[in-house]
């Protein structure tokens, strides 16, 4: 007679209520993870106690060796020497200060102003030339955005590519697209400069010499190579009823372009310089240089500013005393905190309670 419980029917009861369904415990066997220390969080870890006596020197380290680093960077920004000079107004004739904007957009006004600048320090080449813009915001995310960046590349994708993002400088007449197409081309700075150097004789007025700004090479190769194609050229560009700024040729390709290229590089802050070209010349300290300005580009609108800048380049670039600044602060501030907390120690020592936790 079988038992009143079942023996072999209890064990397939007993176990279902343990482990479950056996479908299911497969289910579960089969998606476990393999084991391994990183994904069980059972690495060996290390969990220091910070105490004076580490922390202390690793602040003097740090304040030693951030100062003479901060000392150098400052060093080699004050040997950059610069010039600048706007001229947003002072290129603007005396009658039309009151309506700026309607002398701008005159094309039947004579645009051109001669500005002179003195060179402070002697200057050796190559001295780059820049143009400064204030208040103009390119970080403006539905400015900065208006672009297709397929379309600069690939002369396949002129009329594929969805340009719907660079309205409303995106089509021409007839749906034609615009190459290149967006408000950041479109706004493309235009001012032109010409330089020569006076002479430095007592009087002299003429005779001045030509000094030639080399526009090649100021945009960064991997512009040239891949970002901008050798094969698109400008199409019916500047062509609407609202004209921007610059124009482009439409015989040279885009790759070529690097005055274009340079402004597509949108700048983070509302004042920014962006480069006009290079002088492979030196100049002396006391010459005068002076700048043919063809004010052209429409910055009274929003009341921007405009500026004409002459500077050399160091190690680090351009006149920015920043990054010296920086570590020299960075640097006092670890001494100063590496000072205080030796004074702390000094008048309020560690307990044995406190020791007990290293």
């Known amino acids: 007679m079988p038992p009143a419980n079942g023996g072999a029917a209890a064990g397939p009861s007993s176990g279902s209520g343990r482990d479950g369904p056996p479908a299911a415990t497969a289910a579960v066997k089969r998606n476990r993870p393999r084991y391994h220390a990183f994904t069980q969080q059972q690495l060996p870890a290390c969990k220091p106690i910070l105490s004076p006596n580490m922390v202390i020197p690793i602040l003097v380290f740090v304040g030693l060796l951030f100062i003479p680093i901060g000392l150098a960077c400052y060093a080699a920004s004050n040997k950059v020497f610069e010039v600048v000079?706007?001229?947003?107004?002072?290129?603007?004739?005396?009658?039309?200060?009151?309506?700026?904007?309607?002398?701008?957009?005159?094309?039947?006004?004579?645009?051109?102003?001669?500005?002179?600048?003195?060179?402070?320090?002697?200057?050796?080449?190559?001295?780059?030339?820049?143009?400064?813009?204030?208040?103009?915001?390119?970080?403006?995310?539905?400015?900065?955005?208006?672009?297709?960046?397929?379309?600069?590349?690939?002369?396949?994708?002129?009329?594929?590519?969805?340009?719907?993002?660079?309205?409303?400088?995106?089509?021409?007449?007839?749906?034609?697209?615009?190459?290149?197409?967006?408000l950041v081309a479109w706004s493309l700075f235009n001012d032109t400069y010409s330089l020569a150097r006076r002479p430095r004789r007592a009087g002299g007025i003429g005779g001045v010499e030509a000094l030639r700004v080399i526009k090649s090479g100021i945009s960064w190769r991997s512009e040239r190579e891949r970002l901008f194609g050798k094969h698109v050229y400008p199409k019916n560009f500047q062509n609407g009823s609202l004209v921007g700024g610059g124009r482009l040729d439409p015989r040279k390709p885009l790759s070529e372009q690097e005055e274009l290229m340079v402004w597509m590089r949108t700048a983070a802050m509302p004042r920014f310089r962006k480069l006009y070209g290079r002088v492979e010349a030196d100049l002396d300290a006391g010459e005068t240089v002076a700048v043919e300005v063809r004010n052209s580009y429409n910055t009274y609108s929003f009341d921007g500013g405009k500026a004409v800048v002459l500077s050399t380049a160091g190690p680090l670039g351009g006149r920015k005393a920043f990054l010296g600044r920086a570590y020299l602060v960075t640097g006092m501030a670890c001494l100063v905190l590496a000072l205080l907390l030796t004074l702390v120690c000094l008048f309020f020592p560690m307990t044995e309670e406190h020791l007990r936790l290293r």
């Open 85 to 182: 000079y706007r001229y947003d107004t002072k290129c603007v004739p005396k009658n039309m200060l009151h309506n700026k904007v309607g002398y701008i957009q005159n094309a039947s006004i004579n645009k051109t102003c001669t500005i002179n600048l003195k060179i402070p320090n002697a200057m050796k080449r190559p001295i780059f030339v820049y143009y400064q813009l204030d208040r103009f915001y390119q970080n403006h995310r539905r400015y900065a955005t208006s672009f297709n960046i397929a379309q600069l590349s690939d002369p396949k994708e002129e009329a594929n590519a969805d340009i719907k993002d660079c309205k409303p400088e995106a089509y021409a007449g007839k749906g034609i697209p615009v190459v290149p197409c967006g």
